[in-house]
């Protein structure tokens, strides 16, 4: 799904309480639960906005031209985030490779130096402890991830470069494919069948540093292969179930099953199209098609100013057609069926948030509560509601550096 996507301009009622005294009583039982939960979101694109001139993380800003920041965070009892360095794919040339690399930089410069900005309200996290220590300083813990492993080219030793300077997970492609792997979305034929010799090469040594692998964008098969090489459990960061909504981007049952019996965990993202199947007889679902069918053969070779143009173009179509928004609801529907199919311990929420991701009933993360309530109004314990807020990724983090651990031991001796 492209970046700069505006979501629909739809006007949202905020789930604040309700009339009735049952409703009233579980609403306030879920934000205690809320509040108690260390409380863990997988995916946002909030770099994208950092780039730009003038956008402070530190104050409050109005969805949906914005959906993160710290106060929003607090407000929403969100404890941690990941925020994903993300660099779309373009032809894989020097030129290109090179302004990857540095646009990367430049985000993991802007995560930073907001950070330290707002230093009473956030911190940088690095380790799976980390999110417990910050949380008991009632700041925000900041983790980062990279979406896309292009800005690696075919340097291996870029993967420690990017782990030194923070980043504890890569989302192995994106919408096309790249020198790691085939992607799930690219509408030209598979070029490595799965993984590529040099993603297999990027998997041993993520395992060896103790990066989590995100398999999220990348195509089936070249998730069968990462699952096939990794010594250490991996992550979906932000991907939903295709039983319940039909999308390539989502993962099917025996990807989960997969997925859960080698430990790992799909969040579920909260973008429209991912979530819910659309409505294919409307003329907004036939103009949206056109978009997509141009991002997904000719986006990656047009010049800076022509991609410049086409989403523009595409952020005055969605102004112009709002979109219908699935609800919390539709969201739970997607943990339903992983807890129905695999359990309680392998799914958590990456929302996508700044990249596309919103809810009618939750646009921002001020918002999350409503999830917790949801799955508190569908009989799930606290217990459950602490394992998908965080506790599950924090199994897998840990697990990810246990193997890391293990395999410099073994190197030792």
Not at 7 to 20: A, D, E, K, R, W
Not at 78 to 90: E, H, I, P
Not at 273 to 285: C, G, I, L, Q, S
Not at 317 to 322: K, T, V
């Amino acid at each position: 799904m492209k970046k700069y996507l505006l979501c629909s301009l739809l006007s949202v009622t905020i789930l604040t309480g309700y009339p009735q005294d049952k409703d009233q009583k579980r609403w306030k039982k879920a934000r205690k639960i809320h509040e108690q939960t260390l409380t863990i979101d997988t995916h946002s694109d909030t770099p994208l906005l950092m780039l730009k001139s003038g956008f402070d993380l530190g104050v409050s800003h109005e969805s949906p031209a914005s959906r993160v920041d710290f106060p929003r965070m607090k407000k929403g009892g969100l404890d941690a985030m990941f925020f994903a360095v993300f660099t779309g794919q373009k032809p894989r040339t020097p030129e290109n490779y090179d302004q990857a690399y540095r646009l990367a930089h430049q985000m993991l410069d802007s995560i930073y130096s907001a950070v330290e900005r707002n230093s009473s309200m956030a911190t940088i996290a690095l380790t799976a402890d980390d999110a417990e220590k910050i949380e008991r300083t009632s700041k925000r813990a900041i983790y980062i991830g990279m979406e896309n492993g292009f800005p690696l080219e075919t340097n291996l030793n870029r993967v420690q470069e990017f782990y030194n300077r923070g980043v504890r997970y890569i989302t192995l492609c994106h919408s096309f494919h790249n020198d790691l792997c085939d992607a799930s979305s690219d509408g030209e034929k598979p070029e490595h069948n799965g993984l590529s010799a040099f993603g297999r090469e990027v998997i041993a040594e993520m395992n060896r540093l103790g990066m989590m692998i995100d398999c999220s964008h990348i195509s089936d098969k070249s998730f069968y292969d990462v699952i096939q090489h990794s010594k250490a459990p991996v992550i979906a960061s932000h991907s939903s179930v295709r039983a319940v909504c039909r999308h390539d981007r989502n993962m099917s049952d025996d990807m989960i099953k997969t997925l859960a019996r080698h430990g790992g965990v799909i969040q579920i993202c909260l973008l429209d199209d991912y979530v819910k199947t659309p409505d294919t007889t409307t003329v907004r679902y036939r103009k949206a098609q056109e978009f997509y069918h141009i991002y997904r053969h000719e986006l990656k070779n047009m010049t800076d100013t022509q991609r410049s143009d086409f989403y523009q173009s595409w952020d005055e179509f969605e102004q112009q057609y709002p979109k219908a928004l699935p609800t919390v609801g539709d969201l739970v529907d997607h943990i339903d069926h992983v807890t129905s199919l695999v359990g309680i311990d392998h799914v958590g929420i990456g929302s996508d948030f700044d990249g596309g991701g919103g809810l009618a009933d939750c646009t921002d993360v001020s918002q999350f509560p409503n999830i917790t309530f949801e799955l508190l109004k569908r009989g799930y314990t606290e217990e459950d509601i602490k394992k998908i807020w965080g506790g599950n990724l924090l199994r897998v983090f840990r697990q990810v550096e246990t193997v890391a651990g293990t395999l410099a031991e073994s190197q030792r001796n």
